[in-house]
């Protein structure tokens, strides 16, 4: 039987949860555009951008490696602004059994707010929690969230 994780955090920021889901829904290979010393590309393998069921590929350099993970859309939520990515290959799945992004972008007064929510079945105990993929989403989302004011949402 595996070890079940889940780490989790809410990234305030300044542009509009609907601007920020669609990059991540529509347009996840220009973040390598935005985040260039972190995606190198993303690439789409099967079915269309933003579609459940599609099967994509992100190339990115994490923890000193350049890496990657191919994942499938699992789940779009237009009218909540989220999407599951559930990855299928890669260098994640050296470590997990099962690993799932899911992003949820809420909606504020002024900004929204980004929540990630990263859950895995680790291969093992001896595997740590999954905090530094945490940050390294964080750290995107913060980018995202600075290159989405200066273009004024165009990327």
Same mark, same amino acid.
């Given at each position: $039987?595996? !070890?079940?994780?889940? !780490? &989790? $955090?809410? !990234?305030?920021i300044r542009?509009?949860?609907?601007? @920020?889901?669609?990059?991540?829904?529509?347009?996840?290979?220009?973040?390598?555009?935005?985040? /260039?010393?972190? #995606? %190198?590309?993303?690439?789409?393998?099967? *079915? &269309? =951008?933003?579609?459940? *069921?599609?099967?994509?590929? =992100?190339?990115?350099?994490?923890?000193?490696?350049?890496?990657?993970?191919?994942?499938? !859309?699992?789940?779009?939520?237009?009218?909540?602004?989220?999407? /599951?990515?559930?990855?299928?290959?890669?260098?994640? /799945?050296?470590?997990?059994?099962?690993?799932? @992004?899911?992003?949820?972008?809420?909606? %504020?007064d002024k900004?929204?707010? #980004?929540? =990630?929510? +990263? %859950?895995?079945?680790?291969?093992?105990?001896?595997?740590?929690?999954?905090?530094? $993929? +945490?940050?390294?989403?964080?750290? #995107?989302?913060?980018? +995202?969230?600075?290159?989405? +004011?200066?273009?004024?949402?165009?990327?």
């Open positions: $039987m595996g !070890v079940y994780g889940k !780490v &989790e $955090m809410a !990234v305030p542009a509009s949860a609907s601007k @920020f889901h669609e990059i991540f829904k529509n347009r996840p290979h220009h973040i390598s555009n935005v985040s /260039t010393d972190k #995606i %190198q590309g993303v690439d789409l393998h099967e *079915g &269309e =951008w933003g579609k459940v *069921g599609s099967i994509i590929t =992100w190339r990115y350099f994490h923890n000193g490696k350049a890496r990657a993970t191919k994942e499938i !859309v699992e789940a779009v939520d237009e009218e909540n602004n989220s999407i /599951t990515f559930k990855v299928i290959g890669g260098d994640l /799945t050296e470590k997990y059994k099962n690993f799932k @992004f899911n992003l949820h972008c809420i909606p %504020q900004g929204s707010v #980004i929540h =990630w929510c +990263l %859950q895995y079945e680790k291969l093992h105990d001896a595997i740590p929690d999954s905090h530094d $993929m +945490l940050d390294f989403c964080v750290d #995107i989302s913060k980018e +995202l969230d600075a290159h989405l +004011l200066e273009n004024n949402g165009e990327s």
